[in-house]
T-cell receptor, first 113, second 113 residues
Framework: KAGVTQTPRYLIKTRGQQVTLSCSPI?????VSWYQQTPGQGLQFLFE?????QRNKGNFPGRFSGRQFSNSRSEMNVSTLELGDSALYLC???WGAGQETQYFGPGTRLLVL | GESVGLHLPTLSVQEGDNSIINCAYS??????FIWYKQESGKGPQFIID?????DKRQGQRVTVLLNKTVKHLSLQIAATQPGDSAVYFC????????????FGKGTKLSVKP
């Protein structure tokens, strides 16, 4: 079974632009979560989608948004990029109700110049 | 490979020795904990979990100890191997395994052959 895939793997943007990242969960997994990883703040939860609905949300500004499609694939969008948005963005899919059933993708490395 | 953190505490051990990685968690009400391993260029990988009603849990070559009195977790890796070289994170969850993950900063384990 293929793992969680994320595209693109690397991305360079400039301040003020917007970006869309994509995540394909493991087949059969209906929950997709997004995380931001930076050297300063570490790993932080952004939001979780289940059956096309946002089920949970972390403490990030409204510039960060996401959506999930009927095939469970998810996209994350960041508008009006800031330098501090440079990070590794990780997607994870979950087959059950508990975090122990969550599998992470390799991440998308975003650099904002 | 990618660096997941520039200022992480580092633990350097000799191959074959035992490793102990420590983590202080923040919320005394957290009732579920997970240890993750993150190799360069990859997302976090679940290693072992423990619930707050336990003090110790063992897996294959790994043991997690939980001290709720001082809000401390440790991960012990027996007979450390070069393949164990990675960054290790603890994560706490409030509300059982279905809550949101709050990650620690991580420790980089370096295994010398």
């Amino acid at each position: 079974k293929a793992g969680v895939t994320q595209t693109p793997r690397y991305l360079i943007k400039t301040r003020g632009q917007q970006v869309t990242l994509s995540c394909s969960p493991i087949s059969g997994h209906r929950s997709v979560s997004w995380y931001q990883q930076t050297p300063g703040q570490g790993l932080q939860f952004l939001f979780e989608y289940f059956s096309e609905t946002q089920r949970n949300k972390g403490n990030f500004p409204g510039r960060f948004s996401g959506r999930q499609f009927s095939n469970s694939r998810s996209e994350m969008n960041v508008s009006t990029l800031e330098l501090g948005d440079s990070a590794l963005y990780l997607c994870a899919s979950m087959w059950g109700a508990g975090q122990e059933t969550q599998y992470f993708g390799p991440g998308t490395r975003l650099l904002v110049l | 490979g990618e660096s997941v953190g520039l200022h992480l505490p580092t633990l350097s051990v000799q191959e074959g020795d035992n490793s102990i990685i420590n983590c202080a968690y923040s919320n005394s009400a957290s009732d579920y904990f997970i240890w993750y391993k993150q190799e360069s260029g990859k997302g976090p990988q679940f290693i072992i979990d423990i619930r707050s009603n336990m003090d110790k849990r063992q897996g294959q070559r790994v043991t997690v100890l939980l001290n709720k009195t001082v809000k401390h977790l440790s991960l012990q890796i027996a007979a450390t191997q070069p393949g164990d070289s990675a960054v290790y994170f603890c994560a706490e969850i409030l509300g059982g395994s279905q809550g949101n993950l709050i990650f620690g900063k991580g420790t980089k384990l370096s295994v010398k052959p």
